[in-house]
């Protein structure tokens, strides 16, 4: 095998198990959120407003990594379900700032717990040692930026 074939087959191997393991991970972790009735991206927006408080929705939207139009009917059909609620801002008429009602603080509290205990019981199959270094390895995947190499 040549030096390229060998360099695909360890990319395109490593990229297999490393989806298949989100998948797996997030499949089994989610189905507390299911439970509640939930998907991911409204987990998400619930989660992001639990922890940071009301934010609008752009911020919204980078913090779970959506875009503003999927953002706005994730946050319209959680608004259907009386779990958030938009304000418009008086001094700028196109910004909404979205906040968590009494009924979505209940249930993000709930589902978080549930949620979070999960994903301490799939990362305890790693040492802590491992999960810092999951994690170092991910970002440094994730923040790594691909050039105009690959158009070559």
Known sequence: MKSEEKTAYLALNTYTKLM???ESVTNRVGRFMSAANLTI???GVLEALHHKGPLCQRDI???ILKSTGNITL???NLEKHQLVKRERNVDDRRYFTVSLTQSGSMLIARVFADVESAIVAEMAILSETEQVSLGSLCKKLGITRVTDQAKT
Do not use: L
Request: hydrophobic share 50%; net charge positive; proline share 0%.
């Open 61 to 63: 939207g980078a913090k």
């Open 20 to 22: 298949r393991a989100a």
């Open 41 to 43: 991206s409204q987990f």
């Open 74 to 76: 994730v946050i319209d």
